[in-house]
Each structure stands twice: as C-alpha cells, then as structure tokens.
T-cell receptor
Framework: GESVGLHLPTLSVQEGDNSIINCAYSNSASDYFIWYKQESGKGPQFIIDIRSNMDKRQGQRVTVLLNKTVKHLSLQIAATQPGDSAVYFCAENPENYGGATNKLIFGTGTLLAVQP | KAGVTQTPRYLIKTRGQQVTLSCSPISGHRSVSWYQQTPGQGLQFLFEYFSETQRNKGNFPGRFSGRQFSNSRSEMNVSTLELGDSALYLC?????????????FGPGTRLTVL
C-alpha cells in the first residue's frame, strides 16, 4: 500500500494475541500524542490520543501509554484481529502554544501483520 | 456526516508541469492541513489553514503553496514538478484550532511525476 516504506519495522502476531507497538518521540515540549492506523489505499485513521498530563488512556481494545521521562509512547491492542493488520503511526504535536497550531510530526510507522 | 474528500484520487504529470489538488473538509470543520507521504520520508507536514489564513508551514520549497476558501475547502498547488514530488498527498480537517482536536484524514491524492 501507499503507506508502507521500504524498511518499515514489522510486528507479526497471532490472531487473539495482544500486540504492543512502540514509538520514541523527539520533542520534550510536545503536549499531545496520537496513534493512527493506515490501511493500504486509505488515509490515516485516528485510533486514540493522549495529552501530556496523562500517562495512560484506554479505548476499546486499545491502550496508549506515555512515558515522558524517556519520551516513549506505546500502543497496546488486545485480542488482535486480522482486521487490525495495517501500518500504525504515532504522531506528536510539538507546538506547545495552547493549541495554536496543529502541525503533527509522525513516526516512521510499524507494520502490524496478524496471522490467522 | 461525510468524511474528508480529496480530488482527484490519482494523477499523472510530467516534470515541469504544475498541479492543483483539492480537499473538502468535513462539514463544520474550519481547519485544514496538508501532508505529503512518501516511502522514504514518511508523513511530512506541508501547511495548515484556518479561516482562509495559513497558520503554519512545513519545510517545503516555495513551489508548494495552498489556499483555503470561505467555505473551508482547500487547494494545494505544486509548480514546476520534480520526480521527487511523486507522493501521496493527504488532507486532514478538524473542527477548530485547538491542538487537542482529532484530525480526520482523507484518502489522499496519489501524484506520479514522470
């Protein structure tokens, strides 16, 4: 698909297992983080977000963990399904201006391959 | 509600030509951002518009420009196309200008420069 780079890290999991996708972000001033899922031929789709004043947020089957000390973000997907197969991107908003802009910096992406 | 729409979906141009891509945001959304996605560079921010004003710009040459109309629809233009401009161009909209608003992406326009 359009979103897959030449050297994307790949995570291969069995259907039903839990998946953990990791991301290191660059700017300690970033105040907002988002995980996106991109399937082949489609634009990125919002999964879950977290603000810098939190360290954990849960959604439906997904959990995002934020460790500001080491500038690390992770996405946990419970009971991974074949439909979860896609490229996953983390994104940070480095503009800590109280919401003045929405310039996102995206990570390189991780390809999640779910084996049935 | 209809999602973000982008036209055309696919485009083939030759070096030196110019191209205009169009984006219609979700109804009620006033902020539109553009991103370029390539296998080598990933997703990179181009610019953001709100109320017909450019609010922020990424690190792209002046050949890349954009605008927003009073109905929030946006266009981006690339002049004097180069082979390296081949990419998926994504448009995203959000309701306002808060950094805590989720962005909604369109399907993209696949530009191929020959």
């Amino acid at each position: 698909g359009e979103s897959v780079g030449l050297h994307l890290p790949t995570l291969s999991v069995q259907e039903g297992d839990n998946s953990i996708i990791n991301c290191a972000y660059s700017n300690s001033a970033s105040d907002y983080f988002i995980w996106y899922k991109q399937e082949s031929g489609k634009g990125p789709q919002f999964i879950i977000d977290i603000r810098s004043n939190m360290d954990k947020r849960q959604g439906q089957r997904v959990t995002v963990l934020l460790n500001k000390t080491v500038k690390h973000l992770s996405l946990q997907i419970a009971a991974t399904q074949p439909g979860d197969s896609a490229v996953y991107f983390c994104a940070e908003n480095p503009e800590n201006y109280g919401g003045a802009t929405n310039k996102l910096i995206f990570g390189t992406g991780t390809l999640l391959a779910v084996q049935p | 509600k209809a999602g973000v729409t982008q036209t055309p979906r696919y485009l083939i141009k030759t070096r030196g030509q110019q191209v205009t891509l169009s984006c219609s945001p979700i109804s009620g959304h006033r902020s539109v951002s553009w991103y370029q996605q390539t296998p080598g560079q990933g997703l990179q921010f181009l610019f953001e518009y709100f109320s017909e004003t450019q609010r922020n710009k990424g690190n792209f040459p002046g050949r890349f420009s954009g605008r927003q109309f009073s109905n929030s629809r946006s266009e981006m233009n690339v002049s004097t196309l180069e082979l390296g401009d081949s990419a998926l161009y994504l448009c995203a909209s959000r309701p306002g200008t808060s950094s805590f608003n989720e962005q909604f992406f369109g399907p993209g326009t696949r530009l191929t420069v020959l």
